[in-house]
């Protein structure tokens, strides 16, 4: 049986986290999944071809996102220093069936995406994910 739309594209986050050198539990918490959930997408991950469209279009998934009738102040806080919005911002993420198209878009757009939770990451994190790729890419 061939997988669905959906996990395909969480296997295809969990491949890209992996190769940026992310271990299997630091995965799990940006996607809000358990490890096992991980190690399971892994093996997806390996039996799918290579992608032909890497870069994720913000209108196939927007109409899916969680946060569409939340507050924007929420995914927007004003200092990323306060552990409880922010932990706020992230469950909406972990229960959103567009979280790993969001991460994605996210990552491939970051001069769109400066500011803000996306896919369940602050900016911080995102930076930390690019430049793994980067390093593990060179
Ligand atoms: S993952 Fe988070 S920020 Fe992205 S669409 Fe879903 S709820 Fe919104």
Known sequence: MSPT???????RTVARLQRAGYTQDVIAYHLGVTSRTVARLHITSKTLPPEEEPMASIRTWSDR??????????????TYNDAKQIKRAKSFCHACPALQDCLNY???NPDRTTDGIWGGTTPEER????????????
């Open 65 to 78: 996102a969680a946060c569409r009738t939340a507050d924007p102040e929420l995914f927007f806080p004003l």
């Open 106 to 108: 996210a990552l491939d």
């Open 127 to 138: 930076r930390r994910i690019r430049l793994a790729e980067r390093t593990t890419a060179a």
């Open 5 to 11: 739309p959906r996990t395909v594209e969480r296997a």
